[in-house]
């Protein structure tokens, strides 16, 4: 929300600077850096009133869920690989760092200054007294990282921009793709970027439990596709495959993942793509909502069973 709703516009309020997208208002340097802030400390407000008045009643759990794409260096360059690890600072680590160690990540600090919001000593207490019983993960696909601190990027270009990192995101090089295309614009298939993350996420983070909230593959909803067109989703089944085969490498190189959700159950209404774009393992028909399953939910049941040692009827 702090990026699509105060930098780009896309999201409401659609608030961003006349060069970042199509708004009547707004600061994208600034705002988004103020609406993240607030965000953290409404989180860690949240998790203060359930611990104290019902954690112990409900004997629950209180994480957080964040959206977490790879980075790749674009090139074997020490530029680049610092890059990447500003594309985790300033997207991953911009929201886990305050509410995980009580600070921003160093370089934010290093680059936005006097410009990034100051947490109080009280903030910083109730941070302290609000960690996460697990970490959330939204992974989908992976880009590769260029440094545009020292180099020159094109203005206006994903990432190039200060309160962004300086660097410049990107799904290809040398004119291949980081991994295969999509029907979806953003997304490719790039399955051992979900070991990565993962891994990443375990080590920076004292290997706090995980649950991957939200992983697939989304198809275009073409409106004189037949029904085999979307049932036989054999793309999203490989997907599924290599991302699962992925993170079970993680969990044997001791990562605590709890759990993995699927994106999605059903085929539904996508953001900003609407009904455009299905995600579901299950098709459902917009107009009578009947609901029908995919190969896709076939694969994903023999999953849960093998997982759990139980006996498919």
């Given at each position: ?116 919001p100051v947490f109080s000593e009280k903030d910083i207490e109730i941070m302290r007294t609000s960690k996460l019983d697990f970490i959330g993960i939204n992974h989908y696909t992976s880009f590769y990282s260029k440094d545009c601190m020292y180099s020159y990027c094109e203005p206006g270009a994903p990432g190039v921009s ?152």
């Amino acid at each position: 929300m702090a990026i699509r709703g105060y930098r780009s516009g896309l999201y409401p309020p659609s608030r961003c600077s006349v060069s970042y997208g199509n708004c009547t208002k707004g600061n994208s340097e600034e705002e988004p850096l103020v609406a993240a802030h607030n965000i953290i400390l409404s989180h860690a407000g949240a998790v203060k009133i359930y611990r104290t008045r019902y954690q112990k009643k409900q004997r629950g759990s209180i994480g957080i869920v964040m959206n977490a794409a790879w980075y790749e260096p674009f090139s074997n360059s020490t530029e680049d690989r610092l890059a990447a690890e500003r594309a985790q600072s300033f997207y991953l680590n911009w929201f886990l760092d305050p509410i995980m160690f009580g600070k921003y990540p160093k370089e934010m600090h290093r680059l936005l200054g006097t410009h990034l919001p100051v947490f109080s000593e009280k903030d910083i207490e109730i941070m302290r007294t609000s960690k996460l019983d697990f970490i959330g993960i939204n992974h989908y696909t992976s880009f590769y990282s260029k440094d545009c601190m020292y180099s020159y990027c094109e203005p206006g270009a994903p990432g190039v921009s200060k309160s962004e990192g300086y660097y410049f995101r990107t799904a290809f090089r040398d004119g291949e793709a980081i991994g295969e295309p999509t029907a979806v614009d953003w997304l490719f298939v790039y399955p051992q970027g979900m070991e990565k993350i993962v891994t990443y996420v375990k080590d920076r983070y004292n290997n706090t439990p995980m649950f991957i909230t939200e992983n697939g593959l989304g198809v275009l909803n073409e409106p004189n596709s037949s029904m085999s067109y979307f049932l036989d989703d054999i793309k999203r089944v490989e997907y599924m495959n290599s991302y699962l085969d992925s993170l079970a490498i993680a969990i044997s190189k001791g990562a605590d993942v709890r759990g993995y959700f699927a994106w999605s159950l059903l085929d539904n209404f996508e953001w900003i793509f609407g009904y455009t774009i299905r995600f579901g393992l299950y098709h459902v028909d917009f107009g009578t909502l009947k609901r029908t399953p995919k190969l896709s939910a076939g694969r994903y049941r023999e999953i849960i069973t093998a997982s759990r040692g139980l006996q498919t009827s």
